[in-house]
């Protein structure tokens, strides 16, 4: 098979597990609402940029949740098995595209839930959303790329921590600046620097992941 077949097939079979079990996205789907909730009980009413700010801290630990899972099914004999029937960058660009759409599903639902229940107006909706979009696939690479890392030392969680922490964080400040904006009223002329940055974040850490990986399987 060539490389597009790989990862067709591969995306698949990770649809196929997840429609079967649907534990993880229950569980996330769960966590993402209740957290809402209990932030409205707190809260009530907030303004704009602490509204902004619970939304990216609730997205945040989704992503963790759900990323922190890529690789939990592929280890020991199962691991062997892929080794022999497909290439790694398959099997990571495979987990990206995969957990990107995940992301994309789960923040789009919690952005519906809450909105509906915190009811607090976007001065320009379709620039909020495109914040959304990349952060949810600049969520998906980085702890894609370290939960592949954190596989093989036994999908520890605390190197997953320390790995992702730098990333993250300068991740995390270009988001909140951007989607402020937006919630704010700003125009997309105005944030090109923004989004370039979360799109070069994005290229870098998938060229980082298609590199690295390969080595990291064979080990």
Not at 16 to 38: G, H, Q
Request: glycine residues 4%; contains cysteine; proline residues 3%.
């Amino acid at each position: 098979m060539n490389l597009f077949t790989q990862v067709k097939t591969l995306i698949y079979k990770d649809v196929l597990l997840e429609w079967r079990s649907k534990y993880a996205i229950n569980s996330i789907l769960l966590y993402v609402v209740s957290t809402v909730f209990v932030c409205y009980q707190s809260f009530k009413s907030v303004d704009t940029s602490i509204w902004n700010t619970l939304f990216w801290i609730i997205l945040l630990f989704a992503a963790i949740n759900a990323m922190s899972r890529s690789f939990l099914q592929e280890t020991g004999n199962r691991q062997m098995y892929y080794y022999n029937l497909v290439s790694p960058l398959a099997i990571i660009l495979a987990k990206i595209i995969y957990n990107s759409f995940i992301m994309i599903l789960m923040a789009g639902i919690a952005f519906v839930v809450y909105n509906l229940i915190f009811r607090t107006p976007i001065g320009n909706l379709p620039v909020y959303l495109l914040s959304i979009l990349l952060g949810s696939i600049s969520f998906a690479t980085v702890f894609t790329m370290v939960a592949g890392i954190s596989a093989k030392a036994g999908n520890n969680s605390t190197i997953m921590a320390i790995l992702s922490f730098p990333v993250i964080i300068p991740l995390l400040i270009v988001l909140i600046k951007l989607s402020k904006s937006a919630a704010m009223g700003g125009l997309i002329a105005e944030n090109w620097g923004d989004i370039a940055v979360l799109l070069a974040i994005n290229v870098v850490t998938i060229a980082v992941s298609l590199l690295l990986f390969p080595y990291l399987w064979r080990d």
